[in-house]
């Protein structure tokens, strides 16, 4: 995260599109952008930012760095969800509820993190829900139904994700992890194993059978937190000389 050319994107589920404050926006011109990291907090509207700020009784960093607004309603709703808001993000384009970056005709819908991939970059999606839910999916699988969750994950690893951090693990049969192993991905299922990773050129991360526990939930547990999570996934995918696409979700199921 110090890479001075790292643009960190943080796009709030529902409504807000919030980027670095304008003196980064101006570094980022003068300087090639290597690397791009889209944090989504799930389910976090402006009443949530609004919330937080009567709480706290003053502005938040947020408020420093709001300078527009993103809208994922859906094609066939006034109220998203998970996969459409992922699809708007991941595709510039909106699609009916539940389908995942495919159009409401049903038309494959390029991402994001395909057009990085197709230029050289490496990839990864982190995730506290299953890596395989909605969200996560959006960016690298393309399936009309989002609980297709067994036919997300072999599409995950086709894609050719390089990091793949999250829970889901149930989604993921031995076939499937043999070939992920064969395609060069370490696999990982716990903390201690995670912090160990730091020689993998790929990554398989599954930490729960279905979706990690809450944060105030997981010292009971041997999953990692979604910092640690995030900060294996940058030490990995910072070594391609090219540069990073990155999801980072706080995802509840």
């Known amino acids: 995260m110090k890479n001075k050319r790292t643009i960190m994107v943080l796009f ?107 230029n050289g970059k490496k990839a990864g999606l982190v995730t506290t829900t299953t890596i395989t839910y909605a969200t996560p999916a959006a960016f690298a699988s393309h399936v009309k139904d989002r609980k297709m969750e067994a036919e997300i994950a072999p599409q995950l690893l086709e894609n050719q994700v390089d990091v793949l951090l999250g829970g889901g693990k149930k989604y993921f049969p031995k076939a499937l992890l043999k070939q992920a192993k064969a395609d060069g991905y370490h696999l990982v299922t716990n903390q201690a194993a995670l912090l160990k990773s730091n020689s993998a050129n790929k990554l398989l991360g599954l930490f729960a059978e279905g979706a ?25 995918l910072k070594k391609e000389k090219n540069g990073f696409f990155l999801m980072i979700e706080g995802g509840t199921d």
Do not use: C
């Not at 690397?35 to 930012?49: K, Q, R, W």
């Not at 990690?212 to 990995?236: G, N, V, Y």
């Open 12 to 118: 709030i589920f529902i409504g807000m599109l919030l980027f670095l404050p304008n003196q980064a926006l101006v570094q980022a011109e003068e300087a090639p952008v290597r690397n791009v990291i889209f944090m989504i907090p799930d389910g976090f509207s402006t009443d949530y930012a609004t919330g937080y700020r009567w709480y706290k009784g003053e502005q938040s960093v947020m408020d420093e760095m709001l300078v527009g607004m993103h809208r994922t309603y859906s094609a066939n709703s006034a109220v998203t969800d998970s996969a459409a808001g992922g699809t708007a993000m991941a595709t510039g384009q909106k699609t009916n509820n539940g389908m995942i970056a495919m159009s409401p005709t049903g038309d494959r819908l390029p991402t994001i993190l395909q057009t990085a991939k197709a």
């Open 212 to 236: 990690m526990k809450p944060e105030l939930d997981r010292h009971t547990t041997k999953e990692p937190s979604l910092a640690e999570m995030s900060e294996a996934a940058i030490q990995l």
